[in-house]
Every structure is written in C-alpha cells, then in structure tokens.
C-alpha cells in the first residue's frame, strides 16, 4: 500500500531542544515537501527537496533544516531557533517536482507542541 | 508574486443544500489550479485540479470548480452536501513563474448541519 507516512502523531518540545519529524514515501517520487500549517492559515512552504542529497529552502526556513539522503526520506529538524514552533507540519511529495501540474501528495501530519 | 484568496473562513450549510465555496487568485498567466480538503487532524486531499481544456472539472466526492480566467476564479461547488463534507477545504495555486510552488489560500471550513 503506497503512501507517506509520518511520525510521531504529537510531539512535543522542551525549550531549548531541537526534535526531528520524520517523513517516509514508498511512492517512488523524486520531490518531497515540507509544509507548516498554522490556525486560520494556509500552508507556508519550509523546505523541499527535487532530488537526493539535494535541497532548497522555502518560505519560513528560518529555524529549521532538512536532510535527503535516501529518495524515501526526508527528515525536518526544529532547531530550538524557532522561537514559536507550535503547529501542524504537512510533509508532501510529487512525482518529479518539476511542473506546475503536478499533484503534491500529503502526509497525515505531525502536531507538534511546546512545553 | 501569485496569491490566493478564500474570503468565507466558515461555511454553514444544512445537509442536502447546495453549496460554493470561493476562490479567487491574483496572476492571470498560466495557472494549475487545485482544491484539496483535510479533515480534522489529517493531511490534505486532492479534490479536483484544472490543469488544461474544459473549464468545468469533476472531481471526487460530487464536487466540481469552475475555472473562470477573466474573473481569475476557480470556485468549488455541490449541489447537495452531507454530513461527513464537514471538513477544511483548500484552493491552491500554481503558475509558470512559481514552477513547482503550490501556493494556498487560508482554508474555508466548510460545516454541514442535520
């Protein structure tokens, strides 16, 4: 059954920590995608990624980073730089990341939470 | 840059009415347009896209937009909704200068009532 996983479902940080999201797809796609979801907004891009060992920063980076190194994962690390880091993190992927039509396809989330 | 606009935050709607949900962006160049729907606490759903050619599309769950380009509009629609529509919906956006970029309008959320 292809798909995206993500974990954990929560999360939650101490101040001053850094934690890592996991995003795995075993849908063989080339791009992956990192979204923040806050209440009442849109989804802002933090980081993506169209190959392996290979990444760009989105919209929001600041606070965060990423690493590639195997086509079915894509880590995001919150680095206790981000000052306000509670909310939904949405991990996408596309088929190659390179054409405005593609579909981007969408993980179940994590919710991540400050203690 | 390209925006999104989804002006109604919330929608009630009694089952089995119909309901529009709208969508308005900026650019009028080349655009792939996209709803997709999250329900609570989950990731987000392709409804429906507009790529190219008819500008009624069809999407899943009886959902269908109508691509408007000189109102720069992509409005979701259903003729009767049900309960279980009860959920957030998105509109995106993305063009020939944002190449893979999806941008996304703030959600409207739609809330089906008995």
């Known amino acids: 059954d292809g798909g995206i996983t993500q974990s954990p479902k929560y999360l939650f940080r101490k101040e001053g920590q850094n934690v890592t999201l996991s995003c795995e797809q075993n849908?063989?796609?080339?791009?992956m995608y990192w979204y923040r979801q806050d209440p009442g907004q849109g989804l802002r891009l933090i980081y993506y990624s169209q190959i392996v060992n290979d990444f760009q920063k989105g919209d929001i980076a600041e606070g965060y980073s990423v690493s590639r190194e195997k086509k079915e994962s894509f880590p995001l690390t919150v680095t206790s730089a981000q000052k306000n880091p509670t909310a939904f993190y949405l991990c996408a992927s596309s088929i190659q990341g390179t054409g405005s039509q593609e579909t981007q396809y969408f993980g179940p989330g994590t919710r991540l939470l400050v203690l | 840059a390209q925006s999104v606009t989804q002006l109604d935050s919330q929608v009630p709607v009694f089952e089995e009415a119909p309901v529009e949900l709208r969508c308005n962006y900026s650019s009028s160049v080349s655009v792939y347009l996209f709803w997709y729907v999250q329900y609570p606490n989950q990731g987000l759903q392709l409804l429906l896209k507009y790529l190219s050619g008819s500008t009624l599309v069809k999407g899943i769950n009886g959902f269908e937009a109508e691509f408007n380009k000189s109102q720069t509009s992509f409005h979701l629609r259903k003729p009767s909704v049900h309960i279980s529509d009860t959920a957030e919906y998105f509109c995106a956006v993305s063009d020939r200068d944002s190449s893979y970029k999806l941008i996304f309008g703030s959600g409207t959320r739609l809330l089906v009532r008995p």
């Open positions: 849908l063989n796609h080339d791009a």
